[in-house]
């Protein structure tokens, strides 16, 4: 997934839509709005990984060899940044996914929906 982010200036795939594209394939659920939590959740942890992966090998890059502790120096982000950058975003990805669901989904599927969003199930 990395070597693919990259070429992004050539395939417009960065770590956010390559992460949205597996994501949802790595997760089996029976009920929609469970999947698309877990999507949510998985789509950050890929993003995630892809990121720490380039920024491993750029560090590489500069250092000229692979260091075990460069896994542990090239975390830019403080946890708290880090806790607070991942809730943003899967906000704004879970409401982005909700909206298209809403959209695909019956009247009847799409009330029953809204009805488990505001009971926060």
């Given at each position: 997934m990395a070597d693919v982010v990259e070429e992004e200036e050539f395939n417009k795939m960065n770590a956010r839509n390559i992460a949205m594209v597996f994501a949802?394939?790595?997760?089996?659920m029976s009920d929609p709005l469970t999947a698309l939590m877990h999507a949510v959740q998985v789509m950050n942890l890929l993003k995630t990984l892809i990121m720490k992966t380039l920024r491993e090998r750029e560090e590489?890059?500069?250092t000229g060899g692979?260091?075990?502790?460069?896994?542990?120096?090239?975390?830019?982000q403080t946890d708290e940044d880090f806790?607070?950058?991942?809730e943003m975003d899967t906000?704004?990805?879970?409401?982005?996914?909700?909206q298209t669901m809403m959209k695909m989904a019956t009247p009847a599927a799409a009330v029953k929906m809204?009805?488990?969003m505001k009971s926060g199930r």
């Open positions: 949802p394939n790595m997760t089996q590489n890059d500069e692979y260091s075990p502790m460069s896994s542990c120096s090239s975390d830019h806790d607070s950058q991942q906000r704004s990805e879970l409401g982005d996914r909700h809204k009805m488990k």
